[in-house]
């Protein structure tokens, strides 16, 4: 699942909602803000999320463990979420860009 938070201006309570309604295993925002990533980083402990008031915030967010790097672009750095296949049941490592 993916989500633009709009800089916290997503309601938390319907974001909330979402995730608990879809059950993701995997969670791709942007536009993370400090608000957000609190209902984020409860309902998905794993993962690694960067809230920013300014607009540039950006996590993934797991039900499983979960190795985030920084994936260098031209713009601006996104991250790679790579899931190992000894925890997710993948025959390889897979991964998820955000």
Same mark, same amino acid.
């Given at each position: 699942m993916?989500?633009?938070l709009l800089v916290d201006g997503a309601a938390p309570a319907s974001?909330?909602?979402?995730?608990?309604?879809?059950h993701p295993d995997i969670l791709a925002v942007q536009e993370l803000g400090p608000t957000t990533a609190g209902v984020v #980083?409860?309902?998905l =402990?794993? &993962?690694?999320?960067?809230p920013?008031?300014?607009g540039f915030g950006l996590g993934i967010a797991a039900r499983r463990p979960v190795r985030v790097d920084r994936l260098d672009l031209?713009?601006?750095p996104g991250w790679i979420?790579?899931?190992d296949p000894t925890e997710? #049941?993948?025959?390889? =490592?897979? &991964?998820v860009v955000n």
């Open positions: 993916t989500a633009n974001l909330a909602a979402a995730i608990e309604e879809h #980083g409860s309902l =402990p794993h &993962g690694r999320l960067d920013q008031s300014h031209v713009e601006r979420a790579t899931l997710w #049941g993948f025959e390889r =490592p897979f &991964g």
